[in-house]
Structure formats: C-alpha cells, structure tokens
C-alpha cells in the first residue's frame, strides 16, 4: 500500500513552520500538547464564522501567546474589541495563566488549503452536489493566482449505499519536491447519512531559503565559425586583393654597364 505523508510535516524547517513553537520535558509535554488542542478547539468553535485556518501557539514561563489567522478579523475583534477580550478571558480561566492574543488577517482566502476544505464540507452539510462544490472550489482557488490544487472528497458521497472516493485537480502540484509551498487542510462534513472527509492540496510556487528560485540561463551564444586552414581559391581571393601585374621595363640596347656599388661611405666595394 501507498504511504501517505503530510505534506507540511514533510516540510517543516524548509519552507514550513511549526504551529507550536515551545519546550516541556517529558512530564509536562503530554499536558502541553492535550492544552493546545483544547485551545485550538476552543477558538474554532467560537469563531467558526470568522475564516481561521490555523492558531500559533508560543508558550513562555507563565503566559501563552496566540497568533489567531483570520479571514475576517473584524468578527474576531468584535465592536470595540469587546469580542477579543472575552475571548482572552476564557482562554486564561481555561489554562490558569496570562493569555496575550495578537490577530494576522489572511490576505486570500481563495488559495488557503483549511478554509477551502472548510467551505465545500460545509456545501456538502447543505446537499449541495459534492462535484458543483469542488469544481467551484478549483476554479476560484486558480483564479486567485494559485499555481495548482486538488481537491479530494471521500464518504456516501450523494447519499449513496456504497462510500467512493473522488477528486478534482487542475495545474501542478508536485508533493515530492520540497521547495515547493504546498498548503495542505481537511474538515469533515457531518451529514444525515455520514461523515464525509474533505481534503485540500493548494501549490503557491517554489520557495528556496534565502532567496528567490533562480532563473534559467540562458545557454551562451555560439562562436562565429572560422574559416578552415585549407580556404577554397575563391575565398582567398576575396580576401587578398588582386596585385597588379608589374609592366615591362625596356632593356637599352648596347653593351651593359656595371657599376660596383658603394658603401655607406662612399668607397667601392673592391676598395674595401
């Protein structure tokens, strides 16, 4: 059988963050970790309309620090922040220490893996057909300049006796490469006849730590081709310009007369 592995998990340290970020030893870890879910549970359910994709979690001596991403931080701040503050309250009152909250707002929603499977489970809670629920979620996610997507459903799909699994995908999304930035996120649609899972790969491009991914090169231009050393006849005429022929020099009739030649200074060369 296949063996499936979390794609942001797989990631973690190259191009991916941890959602937890502290230290226990072995005696408070499990108390730690049961603590964060019932934190993260907690704030899903309270702000189910508000769009949260993920909850980071920072712990120091005596207070925790929550970084609540949010679609629509206006529902989670509340009028006058009235909302926020009696969220902090409950948080404290739940773990018995000082909670600080800090709001990041999610610029597209469009291409966020959680609030995509998020959105079609809840679709499918409305009967609405689970094949017009994931090509709407496709498109819309390519639209907002996602580089691929798929998109899985698996259950009684339609209310059917036997459960199938189906799924829709459009562009790249290559799970094997790890530079590239693949947000993952399930939810599950709790309907009359079953739970159906929803699951969502959303490909945002390659990240390479450290800088942007490098450009292809260009391959260099090739060198202009020199002639071979044995030129054909006519390529060496036009290279070497034609010399005119010398004229003939009429040679005087008589008997010829030899001068002996002189030297730079004016001896002869029999004298020297």
Do not use: C
Request: proline share 7%; hydrophobic share 40%.
């Amino acid at each position: 059988m296949g063996q499936k592995v979390h794609p942001i998990g797989f990631r973690l340290g190259i191009n991916k963050e941890r959602q937890a970020r502290w230290y226990a030893d072995d005696r408070m870890f499990a108390i730690f970790l049961l603590e964060d879910l019932r934190i993260r549970g907690l704030i899903r359910a309270r702000l189910a309309d508000a769009g949260v994709p993920r909850v980071d979690i920072e712990r120091s001596t005596n207070q925790i620090g929550l970084t609540i991403h949010a679609a629509k931080p206006g529902i989670v701040i509340g009028k006058g922040g009235a909302k926020v503050e009696d969220l902090r309250k409950t948080l404290e009152a739940l773990t018995g220490k000082k909670v600080r909250i800090t709001i990041s707002e999610v610029r597209q929603p469009e291409r966020e893996a959680a609030l995509i499977a998020q959105s079609i489970a809840d679709q499918l809670v409305r009967r609405v057909a689970f094949r017009r629920a994931m090509k709407q979620a496709v498109a819309r996610a390519m639209r907002f300049g996602a580089k691929g997507i798929r998109v899985q459903v698996a259950g009684r799909l339609g209310g059917s006796e036997m459960s199938r699994r189906e799924w829709e995908r459009e562009g790249r999304v290559p799970l094997h490469t790890l530079r590239a930035d693949i947000d993952f996120g399930q939810a599950e649609a709790h309907t009359t006849f079953g739970i159906i899972g929803v699951k969502v790969w959303v490909y945002k491009g390659d990240v390479v730590p450290g800088g942007p991914v490098p450009e292809l090169v260009a391959p260099p231009a090739p060198a202009p081709r020199r002639e071979p050393r044995g030129a054909p006849e006519a390529a060496v005429r036009e290279a070497v310009p034609a010399v005119a022929e010398e004229e003939e020099v009429p040679i005087p009739e008589g008997p010829a007369i030899f001068e002996p030649d002189e030297g730079e200074d004016g001896a002869s060369a029999e004298t020297r």
